[in-house]
Nanobody
Framework: QSHLVESGGGWAQPGGSLRLSCVASGISWDVYAIGWFRQVPGKEREGVCMINSDDGSMYRADSVRGRFTISRDTTKNTVFLQMDSLKPEDTAVYYC???????????????????WGQGTQVTVSS
């Protein structure tokens, strides 16, 4: 059975940093897309950063470009989201998601992802 388990959420001051981790287990896909979404109450879940497991192609939302970085440790089946220069509007529940994907780009719609973690809260406030 496949699982995604997130960790690393919490509280940060504006301008601060947090690092999220997502450990994937039981995934049997040869090539897949994995990444991060976020959601605030009353709004759609939005894509933040995703990466293709094969060629490393990435997507970053305009709202986080230059501040958030996605990376992976293939030896530990772990994907990271380094969040710097945090803003109050980054406050959300962050979800790790994955899907089998063979194309040389990454999907950005939540509807394309079939496996989800439980989410981790990120709060940015002073």
């Amino acid at each position: 059975q496949s699982h995604l388990v997130e960790s690393g959420g919490g509280w940060a001051q504006p301008g601060g940093s947090l690092r999220l981790s997502c450990v994937a287990s039981g995934i049997s896909w040869d090539v897949y897309a994995i990444g991060w979404f976020r959601q605030v109450p009353g709004k759609e879940r939005e894509g933040v950063c995703m990466i293709n497991s094969d060629d490393g192609s990435m997507y970053r939302a305009d709202s986080v470009r230059g501040r958030f970085t996605i990376s992976r440790d293939t030896t530990k089946n772990t994907v990271f989201l380094q969040m710097d220069s945090l803003k109050p509007e980054d406050t959300a529940v962050y979800y790790c998601a994955a899907t089998e994907w063979s194309a040389r780009w990454v999907p950005v719609s939540k509807n394309d992802y079939t496996l989800w973690g439980q989410g981790t809260q990120v709060t940015v406030s002073s």
